[in-house]
């Protein structure tokens, strides 16, 4: 089983900052691209960042300059850290990662139980 725990969500006025963590634990053979997605309220998921196992990262164009990916391979750990933060960025926000469970088994996604974090004055 794997599972993967979010945490550092929160309540934060514009222009503050936040930094979401996701661990992940569990029989893991190896990890490729670990990524945050969110959903605002009658919106669809979107992507926020995505790191690939290689350290490449894309980020979507409304967080770019503000929004930080970072992982930590050795505790299987992704960052979000959220700077200059708006209150369109209000949302639930959920990290994957893309995993697999053994050398033969093919890549598999899953995902945190989610983060809420508010952008309100």
């Known amino acids: 089983q794997v599972q993967l725990v979010e945490s550092g969500g929160g309540l934060v006025q514009p222009g503050g900052s936040l930094r979401l963590s996701c661990a992940a634990s569990?029989?893991?053979?190896?990890?490729?691209?670990m990524g945050w997605y969110r959903q605002a309220p009658g919106k669809q998921r979107e992507l926020v960042a995505v790191?690939?196992?290689?350290?490449?990262?894309n980020y979507a164009d409304s967080v770019k300059g503000r929004f930080t990916i970072s992982r930590d391979n050795a505790k299987n750990t992704v960052y979000l850290q959220m700077n200059s933060l708006e209150p369109g960025d209000t949302a639930v926000y959920y990290c994957?990662?893309?995993?697999?469970?053994?050398?033969?088994?093919?890549?598999?996604?899953?995902w945190g139980q989610g983060a809420q974090v508010t952008v309100s004055s």
């Open positions: 994957n990662v893309d995993l697999k469970l053994s050398a033969t088994s093919s890549l598999r996604r899953y």
């Open positions: 569990g029989s893991i053979f190896s990890i490729n691209a």
């Open positions: 790191m690939t196992s290689g350290g490449s990262t």
